[in-house]
């Protein structure tokens, strides 16, 4: 595949049960991952990362969101979405932060769900077998905590050394039985956002 993209990893997740008590409604998780070769592997302390950004994003944003949206659905169904990226050992944080803080990758995830949120994130490093973290959010309105969730999953042999694994993340529905209220609530509360 193109940009050394060596595999695609879809995972979904459906939640019945929640504190003993059956969801009103599953919720239901989603994530695609790329696991691909470190464009900047074996080239050293690289000053410019743009020329690859340029390169590999746009691909990346492109078909990883189509291949979400074909498991959920549609954009339209997408409530919270998130994004993360994992670097392999012999990689820079900078380099999983480069593929996923572009627009060239998130617009097509924004657009495709017609999000007014930021994609919330996570960028590490980390081997094979991992933990990715996706965190989320409601696509509209970033202080609906019955969306902040997070999505985790892992792949076993991945990333490599000179790997990078990035993924998108989304949800139908908030989480089961959700009580806490909205942020507003406590800033109506508080009277601003200082405690």
Request: glycine content about 12%; aromatic content about 8%; some cysteine.
């Amino acid at each position: 595949m193109t940009h050394g993209i060596r595999k695609i990893v879809t995972y979904t997740e459906d939640t019945f049960i929640e504190g003993g008590k059956e969801a009103p409604v599953p919720l239901r998780l989603f994530a695609v991952a790329a696991v691909l070769k470190n464009p900047w592997a074996g080239e050293g302390f690289v000053d410019d990362l743009k020329p690859q950004i340029h390169a590999v994003a746009p691909i990346l944003g492109e078909q990883i969101t189509n291949t979400l949206l074909g498991l959920t659905g549609g954009g339209d169904a997408i409530e919270a979405y998130g994004k993360a990226a994992v670097v392999g050992s012999n990689g820079e944080i900078e380099h999983a932060s480069a593929l996923i803080h572009t627009l060239r990758f998130g617009n097509f995830y924004r657009k495709a769900v017609g999000a007014k949120s930021y994609l919330s994130f996570t960028n590490v490093r980390g081997g094979p077998n991992c933990a990715i973290s996706i965190p989320m959010m409601h696509k509209h309105d970033e202080g609906m905590r019955s969306h902040y969730l997070t999505l985790q999953f892992a792949i076993n042999d991945a990333p490599g050394p000179d790997e990078i694994v990035v993924a998108l993340g989304a949800s139908i529905g908030g989480r089961p039985h959700h009580r806490i209220g909205d942020r507003y609530q406590d800033l109506a509360d508080l009277g601003s956002n200082h405690a």
